[in-house]
């Protein structure tokens, strides 16, 4: 079972569809700990709603951050990180104590449309405004840079000609409810190997 923190900035809807598909057994995790750097975040209402502990590091120095999560990560025995919707970087202290052991969402099919301030709707209206026709979500191991590391697994959504960002948005994050408790669940049948910077998923 995936002892899962799960970092949030946001409105929290992936957290609370991981939340769903433990309470439906569809994934064999629990969610130890709740992070967020931003004390308003909707998400954290959620969680300690829920009871589950939660961290907010806003305010706080890079450097402290780190050492605080590393603590609070620590003394909740969490062993496996979801990123659902964190916009802030992870302290590399962070990211090297998780290795392989830590996955983000995307709303879109890396390594299109990722990278530094490519978050929530700026990623719609980048694929809106190149004219691609398909469009989808990505979940993928996490390393220092925004948005790049082995693709766990991706599905893709058509783009209609007559969509706006709040429909794209609307129907990638529907496949984001789904692939996301899929993805969480091969690791917690240890199913995921990485060679090589690729990903392979045993039967
Ligand atoms: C989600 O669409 C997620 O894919 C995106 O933020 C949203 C958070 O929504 N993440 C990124 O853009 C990361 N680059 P939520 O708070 O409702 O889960």
Same mark, same amino acid.
């Given at each position: 079972?995936?002892?899962?923190?799960?970092?949030?900035?946001?409105?929290?809807? &992936?957290?609370?569809?991981?939340?769903? #598909?433990?309470?439906?057994?569809?994934? @064999?995790?629990? *969610?130890?700990?709740?992070?967020? &750097?931003?004390?308003?975040?909707?998400?954290?209402?959620?969680?300690?709603? =829920?009871? *589950?502990?939660?961290?907010?590091?806003?305010?706080?120095?890079?450097?402290?951050?780190?050492?605080?999560?590393?603590?609070?990560?620590?003394?909740?025995?969490?062993?496996?990180?979801?990123? +659902?919707?964190?916009?802030?970087?992870?302290?590399?202290?962070?990211?090297?104590?998780?290795?392989?052991?830590?996955? &983000?969402?995307?709303?879109?099919?890396?390594? #299109?449309?990722?990278?530094?301030?490519?978050?929530?709707?700026? $990623?719609?209206? #980048?694929?809106?405004? !190149?004219?691609?026709?398909?469009?989808?979500?990505?979940?993928?191991?996490?390393?220092?840079?925004?948005?790049?590391?082995?693709?766990?697994?991706?599905?893709?959504? *058509? $783009?209609?000609?007559?969509?706006?960002?709040? !429909?794209?948005?609307?129907?990638?994050?529907?496949? =984001?409810? @789904?692939?996301?408790? =899929?993805?969480?669940?091969?690791? +917690?049948?240890?199913?995921? =190997?990485? *060679?090589?910077?690729?990903?392979?998923?045993? &039967?």
């Amino acid at each position: 079972m995936l002892q899962l923190a799960v970092f949030v900035s946001g409105r929290g809807s &992936n957290l609370r569809s991981i939340h769903m #598909a433990i309470k439906e057994r569809r994934l @064999t995790a629990e *969610i130890v700990a709740v992070v967020t &750097n931003l004390d308003s975040a909707p998400a954290r209402s959620f969680a300690e709603g =829920e009871g *589950i502990p939660c961290l907010s590091v806003e305010g706080k120095f890079p450097d402290e951050q780190a050492r605080v999560m590393l603590d609070f990560l620590e003394a909740q025995s969490a062993d496996f990180i979801a990123l +659902a919707g964190y916009v802030k970087l992870i302290p590399a202290e962070v990211v090297a104590a998780f290795p392989q052991r830590m996955v &983000n969402i995307h709303p879109a099919l890396l390594p #299109a449309f990722g990278g530094k301030g490519m978050y929530g709707r700026r $990623v719609h209206e #980048a694929v809106l405004a !190149s004219g691609v026709q398909v469009s989808g979500a990505t979940v993928h191991l996490v390393d220092e840079e925004y948005d790049r590391g082995p693709i766990v697994m991706q599905r893709s959504v *058509i $783009v209609h000609s007559d969509d706006t960002v709040d !429909s794209l948005a609307e129907r990638v994050l529907d496949v =984001e409810h @789904t692939i996301y408790p =899929e993805a969480l669940q091969l690791f +917690a049948e240890r199913r995921v =190997e990485v *060679i090589d910077n690729r990903i392979f998923i045993r &039967n």
